[in-house]
């Protein structure tokens, strides 16, 4: 099974979401820049058991398949809901439960949407420090949009769009110098859970 050049992600529960819509643009327009293969994801596919999990065997194999799909992907578009000037709990949670080495050196693309522009910080001051632990490549540009942004479903922010469209273009070098050796899910060695137990790191 071939691996997708391009995993998006999204944090939040709710579906339809307009967090999964600005994921599925952004990676709309990286599909239609790079031609390459895509999926797209979202938090609400784990199920109710990922707020128990203690590590990635706690969660149900569904879930691991998107856990693989992220790790394996060449490039990452990852936004979230912001609710009280943060990300969610179980959107944290979940990167909790991977292998702090699965992420480095990736590629990746941040976004969230809020209520209002007092959230507009949570791109730099959550997410950033978040993927930076993990050693990921994060987009110099950050994508942060309003509610008021979105209308019927479709992202309409002319200035939104201008940045989205901004940060895809920051993917280029990544992907253009990572698909000089492209591989399948054949090649590579299977994820290994990272089986840390939550309740005993402190």
Known sequence: MSAPVI???SGSFSTPS???VL???AVKRTVARFKRSSETYDLSQFGSDLGSARNLLGISAPGRHIVERIT???ALVIACPVYK???PGLFKHLFDLLDPNCLVGKPILLAAVGSGEKHAL???HHLRPLFGF???QTLATGVYACTTDFAEGKLVSSAVNERLD???GQLAPYLERSLQHEFTFDNVTPLRPYQENLSAVF
Request: glycine share 8%; charged share 30%.
């Open 72 to 74: 394996h992907a060449k």
């Open 18 to 20: 307009n967090t999964r």
């Open 85 to 87: 000037g943060s990300y």
């Open 122 to 124: 949570v791109v730099e």
């Open 166 to 168: 901004r940060a895809v």
């Open 23 to 25: 994921v599925e643009e």
């Open 7 to 9: 995993v998006g992600f």
């Open 134 to 136: 993990f050693e990921a």
